[in-house]
Nanobody, 116 residues
Framework: VQLQASGGGLVQAGGSLRLSCTASGTRFSINAMYWYWYRQAPGNQRELVAGITGGGSTNYADSVKGRFTISRDNARNTVFLQMNSLKPEDTAVYYC?????????WGQGTQVTVSS
């Protein structure tokens, strides 16, 4: 399984970005796996931002609740993270992760920078 993350960039505070994570390399249903977005800012540990289960249940870090939304498109084998009302403290490298019966896989990370 290979995960390709994209969608990061530079945005002003209050703006929006949508991150994508597309899976390839094997035939599987993404709704059979758990999917997560993590982020890591310089000098900080990697932290969980959002997750979505195979059944579609979602969870979010308190710091992003009401601003970020995780979703998936099964037909495109892609998981999204819609990020609205971005703050400078959201600046980090964002990583997608999937775990399940196929194993545990990470994308390469995509940089999000929010200017004040």
């Amino acid at each position: 399984v290979q995960l390709q993350a994209s969608g990061g960039g530079l945005v002003q505070a209050g703006g929006s970005l949508r991150l994508s994570c597309t899976a390839s390399g094997t035939r599987f249903s993404i709704n059979a796996m758990y999917w997560y977005w993590y982020r890591q800012a310089p000098g900080n540990q990697r932290e969980l931002v959002a997750g979505i289960t195979g059944g579609g249940s979602t969870n979010y870090a308190d710091s992003v609740k009401g601003r970020f939304t995780i979703s998936r498109d099964n037909a495109r084998n892609t998981v999204f993270l819609q990020m609205n009302s971005l703050k400078p403290e959201d600046t980090a490298v964002y990583y997608c992760n999937t775990r399940g019966y196929l194993g545990n896989y990470w994308g390469q990370g995509t940089q999000v920078t929010v200017s004040s």
